[in-house]
Structures are given as C-alpha cells and as structure tokens.
C-alpha cells in the first residue's frame, strides 16, 4: 500500500473545474513531483491534500485512512507537514517563535525543544537569526524556516509547494539537496515545482498536469524530454 | 497647573479603559474578522458582576475577581453561542450577529435586573483624592492608571512569552497557516474572546468604580469610543488600539475640561472630527497592523 493515494480527484471552484480526475500513488521514502504550467492545478492538489480545499469527488487516503472530513489541523497531526506557496511564515514573529509555534504540536515540551535544537544544526542560519522577525529573513532564509517549521511536526509525508521560487541559484541547489536528504531521513515529499529539470532530476516519480487533467505520470526516466511533458506546458 | 495636572490624570484613566476595550475589540477583530458589537454588554455583564460580588459583601477583591470572570464567561459564552455557528460568514453577516446579541442581552439587563441603575456603594477612602508628588489627584484615578497599566503589560507577556500568546499573533497574520502547523482553530479563537473578555471586566470594574453604580447600557458609550479608537489606530492592531485609546481620552477629557461651556455640547463631535482629521492623513490608522491576506 502506498503512504499517499489520491484517487479520481476532482475539485471545482464555482464554475472552475480545476482538477479533473486526478489519480496519484505516492510510496513511502520517495520524493514526488507535480509539473505543469501555471493554472495546471498542482497547488490546487497540494493544498486538497493539506485540508485547505474540499474535493467535489474522488477521494486523498493517507496510510489507509480518508482525509475527507478531516480539518487541516488534523491532517497535521496524521502525519503530514506542509511547505507552502509563498512560505508563509509569520513575519511579525521572531525565528525562534515561529519554530516554538510550530513545535506546540509536540505534547512533551522536550521533545519540541530537542527539535528545535535539530533545526538550528541543520540550519544554522536560522539559529543565528532566532531572535530576528522572520519578515527580517532574506527569501532562502525564510525558505529555510518554512521548511524547519513543517519539519517540527515529525511529518511522515512533506507537502512542498515550489520551495525554489524567487530564489539565487546558490539557495536553489540548497533548497534541493535539502529534499534529497529528507527521503534518506525516510519522509516522503511530495513536490510542486516550477523548475522542472532540477525536481525530475531528484524525483522518484513525477506527475504532469494539464489544465487540472494527468497530462502524463510514471518515473522521470519515462518522461524526460519527452512530448508530455513539453505537451503539458504549451497547453496552458 | 493643578488643574492640567489633575485633567492629565483624568486623561491617562479614561484613555485606558478605552484602550482595555479598543484591545478586546482588536485582538478578535485581529483573528476572527469579527467587528463585535456586543462587547459593552460583556463589560456591562462584567459590571454586574462586581454589583453582585459587593451586594453580597464579598468586598473589593471579591468584586474584582467576580466582575472579571463574568465578562470572561459572557465572552466564551458568546462566542460559542452566537458566533461560532456563523463560521465562514462574511464580515456583514457577522456584524449583523453581534448587533442582535447586544441587543437582546441589553433587553435581557432591562427585564430580568433592572432598567434603572443600581448603585455600588464604593468604600469612602476610594472616592477621595490623595496627593501625589504635591498635586492633588483623585483616588480612583490614579489605581484606574495603576490597573490599566499592569494589564497592559500582562498582556504583552502574555502574548510574547506563552504558547497561545504567540498562536494568536500569528493567527492575526494568517489564520490559516496557524492550522496548517497542527494548532486547533477552535482554541485560538476562544483564547482570543477569553482575552478580550478579560480585558472588558478590568475596564468594567474601572468604570463601575468611577460611577459608582452599574445599567444595562453601561458598556455602550465606552465601547462607541473603542470602536473610534481601533479605526484610529488601525483596525486589527494592538499597539495601534492602545494609541488611539490614549487619544480619544485624551481629546474628550481635555476639550471638557478647557473648552468653553458654550461648545461642550459639541464634544463628540469635536471628538469626531479629530478623528476624521488624522484618518484623511492615515486612513490605515496610525499604526496599522502587520496581515497577509489569502484567498
């Protein structure tokens, strides 16, 4: 059984029909990515998962269970972390707080300080920052936060959504090896990208999307500079 | 000297149960979108409660404590009650909700307690005046300032250094993305209406200490006040309901105290157009709040 799976999704808002039947199978300790132009629907597949839109159809299981009527909080506590668009962290908050906001899902208080520890050596920037208002941070720090944030959950799945956009090359292949070395760690990514030859480069599966249908899904090996792929984009 | 001295006093006091008020009104309208309407009547219900503490002669601290947990009950209560089935509501809908619990709770005062006011006989050495640094200034004054000033910096500890404290700064930024971390919306949005209930009882307890008595539309002209002191200094922001406040007390006492008698009728309105005045300049307010806004 697959960690993730996401059967004939569809979602619409209003008139919009914005994800047509979407099926995806996400497997434990993998990175997958979602692909397509602007509009395409992956954040709209992203954020369904997350809790934050409701499906008209079709059904998001997590280890089994149907994450239909679950709250996004809720969602979090299953197990799933999110990234998102845009990174969202607090601004008017310091570093640390919003890492100590995020580590209140931790019912032992030593355990979230024991993460947070973690954070820092595994971003030390951000402990150099800590006592800094977030809206501070330049946008790879911030990217770096968003992702610690998410991470103090202990998520078994990460939800992230174009985690390199608007960022200088050098944060860009950090921001990438990061997610390499999260599936060593064993959690599962599932990843909206806008940059497509780094994500193909790392994913273990990637889905394409046009216009809210799978234009093409299966291993990068399979779609590579292939015709989808480029299909997907013009179609927009 | 004296008498300006004695009118800063009065200022600083009224301008605090104003900003107590504004802060309340702020911190839920901060997360929940909610313009509410009805918090007089979680301050009137709080100044029932200190009516109810002292005609029982549990004395002052007593008072105190029992006006500060009604209001904080009628707050939580009124949340569950009224506004937590209107979720997802537009902020009209919600406005229109809070108009109609003010109005019943009123109409609730007027029949089940009393439609007139009922005095609270306040002990004789508060409603004295003392001597502070060689001027006189009034008792009651000067602990209103005292109180005020405690709460204030409680609730800046409050939320800077608790767990909650910080969930509600950052649910004022994005309430959603506080969920997404795993937090309970529910939690929030009731810490947040226990906080601004605690903050209407210490302004009931201040207020019903001034007047000396309690009446089912004591909350109202306080919080008409507030209301003009969020818009002031930027609807949703703390800091910028605490300035306006401080302002709008400050223009109401002092154009009292030093404006011909001939214009006091006009002291609202005076009041008002100051208002006006610096919202032409800032139409944000003066301090507007920090919020990311998402579909």
Known sequence: MSLLEIEALHVRYGPVHALKGVDLSVDAGTISTVLGANGAGKTTLLMAVAGARRWASGDIRFEGQSLAKMAPEDI??????????????????????????????????????????????RFPILAERAGQRAGLLSGGEQQMLAVARALMATPRLLLMDEPSLGLAPQMVDTVFSVIKTLREEGITVLLVEQNVPRSLAIADHAL?????????????????GGELVRAAYLTA | ???????????????????????????????????????????????????????FGMGIPGAIAIGIAFSIMAAVAMERVAFRPMQGASIVSLLITSFAVSEILKVLFQNGISARPKPIPMPLQLSGTWEV????????ATISIVITFVALIGLTLFLRRTTTGIAMR???????????????????????????????????????????????????????????????????????????GFIVGAIEVFSQAFLPDTLAPYRDAIVLTAVILILLVRPDGLIPPVKTDRS
């Open chain 1, 76 to 121: 979090v506590q299953a197990g799933i972390g999110l990234c998102p668009e845009g990174r969202r962290v607090f601004t008017a908050l310091t570093v640390a707080e919003n890492l100590q906001l995020a580590g209140a899902i931790q019912r032992d208080a030593g355990r979230a300080k024991r993460l947070t520890d973690e954070m820092y050596g």
């Open chain 1, 208 to 224: 394409v999307l046009a216009t809210g249908s799978t234009a093409a899904s299966g291993p990068p090996s399979s779609l590579e």
């Open chain 2, 1 to 55: 000297m004296d008498i300006f001295i004695q009118q800063t006093v009065n200022a600083i006091s009224l301008g605090g149960v104003y900003a107590l008020l504004a802060l309340g009104l702020a911190i839920v309208f901060s997360i929940v979108r909610l313009i509410n309407f009805a918090h007089g009547e979680i301050m009137t219900v709080g100044g029932y409660g200190v009516f109810a503490a002292i005609t």
């Open chain 2, 133 to 140: 640094g060689g001027y006189t200034v009034g008792v009651i």
């Open chain 2, 170 to 244: 950052a649910a004022a930024e994005d309430f959603a993305m506080v969920r997404h971390l795993g937090l309970r919306a529910g939690r929030v949005v009731a810490a947040a209406f226990a906080l601004s209930g605690l903050l209407a009882g210490v302004a009931a307890i201040i207020w019903t200490a001034n007047r000396g008595s309690v009446d089912p539309l004591m909350g109202f002209f306080p919080v008409l006040k507030a209301f003009i002191a969020t818009v002031l200094g930027g609807l949703g922001s703390l800091s910028g309901a605490v300035a306006g």
